[in-house]
């Protein structure tokens, strides 16, 4: 079955910084990958998604992400965060077809702290 | 910009009480979909629903649990008595069915319930 793992439970980085959000996903097939990033009190906001061909996604709000098929990754970055971008962000896998569903399943989520 | 729309926000039951948990998609959209978080896990899939019928769930959403759409808004999820460990947040999410309701579609999540069963 597919599987998402996200290894960082919290990230802290002060304004300015540049931010990577690690992902690793499980799945026998061409994954379909999403990170969506929930502020408190709000629904999961979908940041980018990869389906398939250029491996350097972007996406809102200054964002990208890169999918490594060799290190079955798709980390999360940008290079200047804003005090804006506390969060939490969640790496998810897409499916379909018969084997395997319809159906996201999600990582553990990173909880994104700035300091200033 | 439209969006899924999620009510109650917050909802206090007893144990064994039914619950409905109401979600309004966005209005184009032919896939409708709810999620759970438990406090501390991981969000988990439910059901997908389309055409009016359960296009496909997971082990989770057993005999206690029902969909529905009884009007061409909303769109519910129902417990039909609750145990202690339903307590969660419960997302509804939905998407346009361009691609034939698969990951392809981008899936616009809710706010979410946040179901606490005492």
């Known amino acids: 079955a597919q599987s998402v793992t996200q290894p960082d439970i919290h990230i802290t980085v002060s304004e300015g910084a540049s931010l990577e959000l690690r992902c690793n996903y499980s799945y026998g097939a061409t994954p379909y990958l999403f990170w969506y990033v929930q502020s408190p009190g709000q629904g999961l906001q979908l940041l980018l998604k990869?389906?398939?061909?250029?491996?350097l996604v972007q996406g809102i709000k200054g964002f990208e992400a890169e999918f490594q098929r060799s290190q079955s990754s798709f980390n999360l970055r940008k290079p200047s965060v804003h005090w804006s971008d506390a969060a939490e962000y969640f790496c998810a896998v897409g499916s379909g077809g018969e084997e395997y569903g319809n159906k996201l399943v999600f990582g553990a989520g990173t909880i994104l702290r700035v300091k200033s | 910009e439209p969006e899924v729309t999620q009510t109650p926000s917050h909802q206090v039951t007893q144990m064994g009480q039914e619950v409905i948990l109401r979600c309004v998609p966005i209005?184009?959209?032919?896939?409708f979909y709810w999620y759970r978080q438990i406090l501390g896990q991981k969000v988990e899939f439910l059901v997908s629903f389309y055409n009016n019928e359960i296009s496909e769930k997971s082990e989770i959403f057993d005999d206690q649990f029902s969909v529905e759409r009884p009007d061409g808004s909303n769109f519910t999820l129902k417990i039909r008595s609750t145990k202690l460990e339903d307590s969660a947040m419960y997302f509804c999410?939905?998407?346009?069915?361009?691609?034939?309701?698969?990951?392809?579609?981008?899936?616009?999540f809710g706010p979410g319930t946040r179901l606490t069963v005492l």
């Open positions: 990869y389906f398939s061909g250029d491996t």
């Open positions: 999410a939905s998407s346009e069915g361009t691609s034939g309701g698969y990951f392809t579609d981008t899936q616009y």
């Open positions: 209005s184009n959209h032919l896939y």
